[in-house]
């Protein structure tokens, strides 16, 4: 007889679910070896955060609801307080709730007691729309509360409400949007069960699947263990998913002839203009400049005094300001670099360093730091999109911004339509091509893109720290700051290639 204790297989969390209804290998790691895991950056961390504040506001919508504590090491513990509160009738709600069924757990977000008898699941989402996998989420929770002899009888998405605009005070009854998914999570779960017994099946096994990679590796999500299989793919020179903007189909249409470098596609091959321009230039190992009469035409066109614009925004989930909405960028800091006549450069900025609204502060020193003349290079079209957003918000500004808006020069088409270099990687980005046109990059500054420098700037708002502030502020004046050195340096290069320098 063998007195062996039997080995039961690991749980099934609903994120554990998740990740392997995107991935089986991904599931395996969650599982097996977490410790490949890395640790959160600080956009991951955010938007950590900004599921929270997202959840807890969401609950202020329910008076009298009662929160069930504990973390995901505690689930039995939460488990317990969960299955002692459902009888209580005077409660309306439950917060994180916890239910198991068949060695499958999950926590409820919300658990609303209907006034006609039975229950319905609110799921909250910090997105604005509802997306496919949110149902597979809803389902499987349905699923382990029904099991559980739950009487769930609806099922609702919170999103935040993009049509929100706040007034003087948060209306949190306003701010989120209800999606009725009943119908489609009681279609979706009757095949809950099948996944369920699958992802077990695979979690019995005694090595990991072998998992190519594929789209599904970002969709819907960049899985968090991408870096640790990327490692192990043949390292490849130039790869046709470097070809700019092209389409999938295409892609799969050359993997599956075998090729997968880009020097390798056949000339003949139908691609676009510019990336037909890539192909020459890494068949050729060497930049590749074009239509050079035409950027010489839009170089001269520039009038002195050359500026060079750069706008950082932030764009909280939950509106922080009056008349603002979900998710609206508000710009908090700019940079201005000035060319001379005479050719000297010098610099100017302003960031707004009080926790209240920002925007009329930024336009009206925007306003006095880029003068009435010369010509305003920026790098795409977002800073026309903030200078018109403003002028639509500040009517008295507005003949002020909208002569700025007329000055505007976007760089991006001189450099996209004109000048191509292997080391672009396949994107015109200021982060690819200053580093080629440029003489820095951003290696050597504390914040490197404009995300991270959104989240460190409400930190630096949040934080008693003075020295800690200061040090923040610091570091995002310097990173603005290279943006626009950034743009003056692209132009003095294109400038020279042309022969204008």
């Known amino acids: 007889m063998d007195n062996s204790a039997q080995v039961l297989p690991p749980y099934l969390s609903k994120s554990r679910f998740m990740s392997g209804m995107q991935c089986d290998l991904r599931l395996w790691y969650e599982v097996f070896d977490r410790d490949l895991l890395p640790d959160p950056d600080s956009i991951t961390r955010f938007r950590f955060d900004t599921g929270t504040e997202v959840g807890e506001l969401a609950q202020k919508r329910y008076r009298g609801g009662r929160l069930i504590g504990h973390d995901h090491e505690h689930f039995p513990d939460a488990h317990r307080d969960t299955i002692e509160l459902l009888p209580d009738t005077s409660i309306p709600a439950l917060f994180e709730p916890a239910f198991q069924y068949r060695r499958v757990r999950c926590r409820v977000d919300i658990l609303q007691r209907l006034s006609g008898g039975g229950w319905r699941i609110n799921e909250v989402k910090s997105a604005t729309r509802v997306k496919g996998e949110y149902i597979d989420d809803v389902a499987l929770q349905f699923w382990v509360l029904r099991g559980s002899n739950i009487d769930v009888r609806d099922a609702c998405v919170l999103t935040i409400n993009s049509d929100y605009v706040r007034g003087k005070r948060l209306n949190v009854l306003e701010l989120f949007k209800e999606h009725p998914v009943w119908e489609e999570v009681q279609e979706r779960v009757q095949t809950i069960g099948e996944d369920v017994a699958y992802m077990k099946h695979l979690l019995s096994e005694s090595s990991h699947p072998d998992i190519r990679m594929g789209d599904h590796c970002t969709n819907p999500y960049k899985c968090p263990f991408y870096d640790h299989c990327f490692s192990k793919m043949p390292e490849l020179d130039h790869p046709v998913t470097e070809f700019y903007r092209i389409y999938k189909t295409q892609v799969q249409e050359l993997m599956d002839q075998g090729i997968v470098e880009i020097r390798d596609v056949p000339e003949d091959f139908e691609l676009s203009e510019i990336n037909r321009v890539v192909r020459k230039s890494i068949v050729r190992d060497g930049p590749q400049l074009r239509n050079q009469d035409e950027l010489m035409y839009r170089i001269h066109g520039l009038t002195t005094p050359v500026h060079h614009l ?48 920002p925007r009329r502060c930024v336009a009206e020193h925007l306003i006095d730091s880029v003068g009435e ?40 088409p001189f450099v996209r339509d004109h000048y191509y270099h292997p080391d672009f990687r396949g994107s015109f980005s200021l982060k690819n091509v200053y580093p080629v046109l440029g003489e820095s990059d951003y290696s050597d500054l504390a914040i490197d893109e404009g995300g991270l420098a959104s989240i460190v700037y409400m930190h630096a708002l949040r934080t008693d720290d003075t020295g800690e502030r200061q040090l923040f502020f610091q570091n995002l004046q310097e990173y603005c700051k290279r943006d626009t050195l950034a743009t003056h340096e692209i132009l003095e290069s294109l400038r020279e290639l042309v022969g204008l320098r």
């Open 373 to 412: 003349r010369g010509s305003i290079c920026v790098y795409t079209s977002f800073e026309k999109t903030q200078i018109g957003n403003l002028a639509k918000e500040f009517p008295d500004l507005e003949p002020d911004l909208t002569r700025i808006l007329y000055r505007l020069v976007d760089l991006h």
């Open 310 to 357: 750069d706008f950082e925004t932030f764009n909280p989930a939950v509106p922080q300001f009056e008349g603002t909405s979900p998710y609206q960028a508000i710009p908090f800091m700019f940079s201005v670099h000035t060319e001379s006549r005479r050719g000297s450069l010098y610099h100017t900025d302003y960031l707004h360093e009080e926790p209240t609204d």
